[in-house]
């Protein structure tokens, strides 16, 4: 987005016409108003929005090379050899020749630029949280939702890029399985304890009753960490059907398909095993994982007020036949 189109601070810009580029280039002024990235020294540091970003990529990548971060933030390569210059005189950052290719120089943060560093991310942190703090969770969970869609929209190359595996659950995973949905609709839904609890009994019955043959239980883990979770379990009264439970993903993994592929597994295991349909019971508010399971071919087949969780819902029953096409 263009920062040149940026105002001074505290000037009003004209209404927001209908046109989508004038609405775009006004959200573009007010949001680097917004972090301040015009200001002579970013978050009150010596550093400009340029060479902070500069910090950041050195502090969170393994040795890269000026060519890359030139080309993943978009940079002049000449301009940022000068911010490099600047750095290495300032003793922030390293150099020393690749050993796999002798006219590439490594770079690195030295102690002192991680010390300069520390402070900025910091200040960065406390930025974004003080703009969080005032809103409810559900306005929380919309913007977050409306950040994701802008990066997908938009093609953003870092998050379409970002690692992560699909494993069987091992030791421990339960427990966290229960702890982050008690904890996350709590915070995104206002849930009550109830809803922890039955998570606590799906997985309880899960571990005492599984069915390797018949059952799997999926963990996202991205950067060593659990970032989500779905089951496909037997339904206990309809034969040949299956019922996909507890589908999860951690808002610092979304946007990554981690949600699509998690639903996808179980479709490919429920065929594989031979089950003729997956059910699945979920509310009307869970928005962003209602369109994953209709992408997936999942028809609405019931739905009904209910209160639940402490507060008044409209419950669902998702069915997909199995044989149907993707989207069908």
């Known amino acids: 987005m263009n920062v040149a189109d940026a105002m001074p601070p505290g000037v009003a810009g004209p209404p927001q016409p209908a046109d989508p580029i004038a609405r775009i280039r006004a959200f573009n002024r007010f949001y680097t108003r917004r972090i301040g990235a015009l200001e002579r020294g970013y978050l009150d540091s010596p550093f400009?929005?340029?060479?902070?970003?500069?910090?950041?990529?050195?502090?969170?990548?393994?040795?890269?090379?000026?060519?890359?971060?030139?080309?993943?933030l978009g940079l002049d390569p000449g301009y940022l050899s000068r911010i490099l210059r600047g750095f290495s005189k300032a003793g922030l950052v390293e150099k020393r020749t690749s050993p796999r290719d002798g006219r590439s120089r490594l770079l690195s943060l030295t102690v002192r630029g991680r010390a300069e560093f520390a402070p900025l991310d910091e200040a960065s942190r406390i930025q974004t949280a003080a703009m969080l703090e005032p809103m409810s969770p559900a306005a929380q969970r919309r913007l977050l939702e409306a950040i994701t869609t802008v990066s997908?929209?938009?093609?953003?190359?870092?998050?379409?890029?970002?690692?992560?595996?699909?494993?069987?659950?091992?030791?421990?995973?339960?427990?966290?399985?229960?702890?982050?949905h008690g904890a996350l609709y709590a915070q995104e839904?206002?849930?009550?304890?109830?809803?922890?609890?039955?998570?606590?009994?799906?997985?309880?019955g899960f571990l005492r009753g599984f069915d390797p043959a018949r059952e799997r239980c999926w963990?996202?883990?991205?950067?060593?960490?659990?970032?989500?979770?779905?089951?496909?379990?037997?339904?206990?009264?309809?034969?040949?059907?299956?019922?996909?439970?507890?589908?999860?993903?951690?808002?610092?993994?979304r946007g990554l398909g981690i949600g699509r592929r998690l639903v996808e597994e179980c479709t490919r295991f429920a065929r594989q095993t031979g089950y003729h349909a997956i059910t699945l019971w979920?509310?009307?508010?869970?928005?962003?994982?209602?369109?994953?399971?209709?992408?997936?071919?999942y028809r609405l087949v019931h739905q009904a007020p209910h209160h639940g969780f402490g507060h008044d819902l409209v419950e669902q029953t998702w069915e997909l036949t199995l044989g149907d096409e993707v989207g069908g």
């Open 48 to 72: 400009s929005l340029a060479e902070a970003r500069v910090l950041y990529e050195l502090a969170h990548r393994d040795e890269p090379v000026a060519a890359e971060i030139a080309a993943d």
């Open 189 to 204: 839904y206002g849930w009550n304890a109830d809803f922890e609890a039955l998570v606590a009994e799906i997985v309880a």
């Open 219 to 253: 963990i996202a883990e991205r950067h060593g960490a659990n970032v989500g979770s779905v089951f496909l379990m037997k339904h206990p009264e309809r034969e040949g059907v299956a019922r996909l439970r507890l589908l999860l993903v951690e808002p610092s993994a």
């Open 282 to 297: 979920t509310n009307d508010v869970l928005v962003s994982a209602r369109r994953i399971y209709e992408a997936a071919g």
């Open 152 to 180: 997908e929209l938009l093609g953003d190359p870092a998050r379409a890029a970002e690692p992560y595996l699909l494993r069987p659950h091992g030791p421990g995973d339960m427990g966290w399985v229960v702890a982050r």
